[in-house]
T-cell receptor, first 110, second 118 residues
């Protein structure tokens, strides 16, 4: 079953704008990760946030985690056309595997 | 796509035929995974393996089989019993966790194989 659910399903913005996508999950987790997938390619790991962390930064990426609301957000600042991709959250609930959501498709127009 | 290769990139198969998808990694990772992705969907786990000669079923193992004879290789066979095999198949690997199981830290993905059943 898919634990993480991303919102929105699709997002269209202009270059330079910020993009925010959200992930909700159902059970307690050890960590939550965000991955990026360019069309027809494999996934690339972006960032991992552990259950005892509230915010994490990596370059233009900012991830927050609210375990009380069972939700996470991924913010991409100053977006570029090259950021166009699908973004997935994945949760580790302690069963030795990750559970992926359905993804948010981001389109950044020049 | 890191040190994981998948072949072929595109694969066509007639109904009723078995087909094997290749996955090789040179990252020295103990754990390997197979996922299926359908259009507009997330990834669903088919099988995973923590060590050589051992593997576990994921959420959608029916109609699939795997082997793990070498640390570097984790081939997936899509059998004729799989009712709807047309999909994008992704292989991934990770290090072992502290408890000896797969680490649920970073997974490294291959470029995928797109299987179409004619």
């Amino acid at each position: 079953s898919q634990q993480g659910e991303e919102d929105p399903q699709a997002l269209s913005i202009q270059e330079g704008e910020n993009a925010t996508m959200n992930c909700s999950y159902k059970t307690s987790i050890n960590n939550l990760q965000w991955y990026r997938q360019n069309s027809g390619r494999g996934l690339v790991h972006l960032i991992l946030i552990r259950s005892n962390e509230r915010e994490k930064h990596s370059g233009r990426l900012r991830v927050t985690l609210d375990t009380s609301k069972k939700s996470s957000s991924l913010l991409i600042t100053a977006s570029r056309a090259a950021d166009t991709a699908s973004y997935f959250c994945a949760t580790d609930a302690g069963y030795s595997t990750l559970t992926f959501g359905k993804g948010t498709m981001l389109l950044v127009s020049p | 796509d890191g040190g994981i290769t998948q072949s072929p990139k595109y694969l066509f198969r007639k109904e009723g035929q078995n087909v094997t998808l290749s996955c090789e990694q040179n990252l020295n990772h103990d754990a390997m995974y197979w996922y299926r992705q359908d259009p507009g969907q997330g990834l669903r786990l088919i099988y995973y393996s923590q060590i050589v000669n051992d593997f576990q079923k994921g959420d959608i193992a029916e109609g699939y089989s795997v082997s793990r004879e070498k640390k570097e290789s984790f081939p997936l066979t899509v059998t004729s019993a799989q009712k709807n095999p047309t999909a994008f198949y992704l292989c991934a690997s990770s290090i072992l966790g502290l408890a000896g199981g797969p680490s649920t830290d970073t997974q490294y993905f291959g470029p995928g194989t797109r299987l179409t059943v004619l």
